[in-house]
């Protein structure tokens, strides 16, 4: 049988049914619908993902870096605590050693439908391995039935085609021939290659609840640069459990070895803010 390495390195994406207990579930659910509450009435206090943005008129998507305070929930590091989405990323990023990249909330907008473009994460347009073999991976655990995530087979292994780099570039998100709808229930765990093409989408209403969570292999050398500035504040790593802790001193690790260059830097500032001043809303 294919190992979930080769599975991963040849699709792009697997998906773990029934990773999360009941329990987790609901436990996670909670922990969402307080974050949100939080961002809903203090959203310049985080890294907030709009569908609509006008003054004192927003809706949202989710919300950034749920790892730093004041997002942070408990059941977040938890989570991560469990020891079972660790031990899936290191069996798909072949390294037993891992870094910490970043973590967000995705949840339903509550007015004003969300539709994001289509995309390769990190500015990576140009971003393939023949091979499919990873630079990172991210893991959506589901706390929802979701099926708000299209990608593009294959599309991790190969250049764009040119009528994908057109729909790219015009942050399109019309349809596209063979894309896939990756279909999770509730509790499942999703793992990707965001080089894949992807694009999602989720209407107003429709119950929707990820939490979203990139690490690499400590080896890769590329991409990551995850020791965000959080990290480093006195005490906070003390006050994370000590899977999370070991994840992100590793990140602080790589990064003081390899320091970005001016032009990364200038590059991944860029990238944030045009994400942050995107308004991901459904066109009709
Ligand atoms: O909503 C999602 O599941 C995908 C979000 C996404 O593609 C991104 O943040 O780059």
């Known amino acids: 049988m294919e190992s979930n390495m080769l599975r991963f390195r040849r699709a792009g994406h697997l998906v773990i049914p029934d990773l999360l207990t009941r329990q987790q579930i609901e436990r996670l659910r909670a922990a ?40 942070y929930q408990d059941e977040f590091g938890e989570i991560l605590e469990d020891g079972r989405v660790v031990q899936h990323a290191r069996e798909v990023l072949d ?8 973590a967000h909330v995705y949840w339903e907008p509550r007015r ?36 708000s995530l299209r990608i593009v087979p294959g599309s991790h292994r190969r250049p764009l085609t040119p009528a994908e780099d057109a729909l790219r570039r015009a942050k399109s998100a019309d349809p596209i021939e063979n894309e ?29 609840g990820v939490i979203h969570i990139e690490l690499q292999a400590y080896r890769e050398s590329t991409g990551g640069h995850g020791s965000w500035r959080y ?54």
């Open 95 to 102: 390294d037993d050693r891992l870094r910490f990249w970043r």
């Open 231 to 284: 990290m480093r504040e006195p005490g906070f790593l003390s006050r994370m459990p000590p899977t999370v802790r070991e994840l992100m001193r590793n990140a602080i690790e790589w990064d003081d070895a390899h320091p970005l260059s001016l032009r990364e830097l200038t590059h991944g500032r860029r990238l944030s803010r045009e994400f942050e001043q995107h308004e991901a809303r459904e066109r009709s």
């Open 180 to 208: 896939q709808v990756i279909r999770c229930k509730a509790g499942d765990m999703l793992m990707m290659n965001a080089h894949l093409l992807h694009r999602a989408a989720c209407s107003a209403g429709t119950p929707r």
């Open 112 to 147: 004003v439908g969300y539709s994001l473009y289509w995309h390769r994460d990190y500015g990576e347009h140009d971003h393939y391995d023949p091979e499919g073999v990873p630079t990172h991976a991210h893991f959506n655990l589901c706390l929802w039935d979701d099926s």
């Open 32 to 71: 969402v619908g307080r974050l949100r509450s939080q961002v809903e009435s203090t959203p310049a206090a985080f890294k907030v993902r709009y569908t609509e943005r006008s003054g004192a008129d927003f809706d949202t998507w989710g919300v950034e870096h749920v790892f730093a305070l004041p997002a």
